[in-house]
């Protein structure tokens, strides 16, 4: 009884923002505690194309020996996904990433119920998950954009031995910023190429961890020209490439997209709107999906997949209006000029994981989805809309989906009682910078597109010390 009263007296004395900050420190100790204590993930991987099952031999990309192009994937251990939140953001769904140890910091993608957008659109049941920064709805990404899903999940995979090496990471754009905002964090090693006309793409809210380099490809230069000075480096002992695509965990992490939908709404929704440049989000969306069937609790449908490219770069529309697994004949040139055009740069990918086993493809064609083309004029419009409605400013790519779901009701593919999941993709980079001042990350060295593989290896060896 004594102590009680102490208690009590004690509670009067120290006031409620006090009591407030203790709990935050005790919380940030209780993450701690559960990134320390983690166990992994227990995964096999499977050969899409042909069904073999092995072990992950570490960091794999393919499956050996496989006649034909494919992908491959996770089968977890664990069928019934169980949510975490004590782990922290989007490791509350590590049941299904392979993950080897939590990182830092990792934020999640949000799923709320619209009023006003559904109202706008007639829809009774429209799922916003929401990618990016919008604090009053509780989303916290400081990249603003679902790329930071994939670099909580990739980084996290790394074993300790590849963590003493440098990964490398080729990017246009958002990828880059996510992985560069994570690996700095975390310690990790890190070095990028990016385009140099692109670096305006590389703020952040403040310095970054030298362990994070940038080299550039010279004005004029593409991302396919950053790509190859990404391979050329790769080449080199003690760097390695992240994988793009084919890296399970890059998928994974992109899943928490659907993971944090269909948890939230309880069921699997009828389709899932993206905007598509490699399609990689929206295969992890059905991966997730296929996942949730076997868990047996949210139903069995598969939601349909329905992404959307920015006229005039449509290489994958073309392809799937044709109804082709082959992408068709696109002249590098005339692509260069197609991207140039779009306002949603970031779906500009000449070379998207379209074909192969396990691919997006396979993915629209599984789940009876389609594919849509939205102009630049539908995109900003559909921006607009969704700022003045859900309060918050997106990017064009968020406005290439949100468009294509106009479309989608326009023509009566998708009617008013039919459950709805729009994946916005990134958004409140505005809000973040009314928010926050921004840095820049400086390249190390800007190359030359002909610059020769002597010239490029050497400056890396003498002048990039980690
Ligand atoms: C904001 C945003 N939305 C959509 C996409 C397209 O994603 P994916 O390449 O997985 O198709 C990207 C790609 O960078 C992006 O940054």
Redesign the pocket.
């Known amino acids: 009884m004594k102590n009680l009263s102490n208690q009590t007296s004690f509670c009067k004395k120290i006031k409620f923002s006090e009591i407030s900050k203790l709990f935050y420190y005790f919380c940030i100790l209780k993450n701690i505690e559960n990134i320390m204590t983690f166990t992994p993930t227990k995964y096999r991987v499977q050969c899409v194309a042909d069904g073999r099952i092995g072990e992950d031999t570490g960091w794999m990309l393919d499956f050996p020996n496989s006649e034909k192009p494919s992908l491959i994937r996770a089968i977890y251990e664990k069928k019934q996904l169980e949510v975490k939140p004590e782990n922290g953001g989007l490791y509350r769904f590590a049941d299904w990433m392979p993950l080897k140890k939590l990182l830092k910091d990792a934020s999640c993608p949000v799923t709320y119920k619209s009023e006003k957008l559904a109202k706008k659109l007639g829809l009774k049941n429209l799922y916003i998950t929401f ?1 990016g920064y919008y604090p009053a709805i509780g989303a916290k990404m400081r990249t603003c ?3 930071e899903t994939e670099a909580y999940s990739v980084c996290a995979r790394l074993s300790d031995e590849l963590r003493n090496q440098v990964m490398v990471v080729s990017s ?4 880059a910023r996510a992985f560069a905002q994570v690996c700095s964090d975390n310690n990790i090693n890190l070095l990028l190429t990016v385009p140099e006309d692109n670096i305006n793409a590389l703020w952040f809210e403040k310095p970054l961890n030298p362990c994070v380099k940038l080299l550039c490809t010279e004005s004029g230069s593409d991302y396919f020209d950053a790509i190859n000075l990404g391979n050329i480096v790769c080449e080199m002992d003690g760097y390695f490439a992240e994988g793009g ?1 084919k890296n399970i965990a890059r998928r994974d992490g ?1 899943s928490t997209t659907m993971m944090s939908a269909v948890t939230f709404i309880g069921r699997i929704p009828d389709f899932y709107f ?9 295969i ?1 969306a059905w991966e997730a999906n296929l996942r949730f069937i076997e868990d047996g609790r949210f139903g069995t449908n598969k939601a349909r997949l329905m992404v959307s490219q920015n006229k005039p770069f449509t290489p994958m529309y073309d392809a799937w209006k044709a109804h082709s697994r082959a992408m068709l004949p696109y002249d590098a040139e005339q692509a260069r000029k197609d991207a140039a055009e779009i306002v ?1 740069k ?2 500009s ?1 000449r070379k ?1 994981p379209y074909s192969l086993a396990g691919g997006l493809f396979d993915a629209i064609e599984d789940t009876n989805g389609d594919m849509f083309a939205v102009t630049n004029d539908e995109a900003q419009k559909a921006c607009d809309m969704f700022e003045e409605l859900e309060g918050i400013d997106i ?1 064009h ?2 406005g290439v ?1 949100t468009a294509s779901l106009i479309q989608a009701i326009e023509n009566k593919q998708v009617k008013a009682d039919d459950v709805v999941m729009l994946n916005i ?2 958004g409140g980079e505005k809000l973040f910078k009314q928010h926050n001042d921004v840095w820049y990350l400086k390249p190390n060295h800007v190359f030359k597109v002909d610059a020769s593989k002597e010239e490029i290896k050497g400056f890396v060896k003498t002048k990039l010390v980690y």
């Open positions: 990618n954009s679902f790329k246009a754009g958002n990828t695509a992109m993206q905007a598509v440049g490699s399609g990689t989000g929206a992890a949603a970031v779906l990918n998207p990017y790519a968020a989906a993709t990134g």
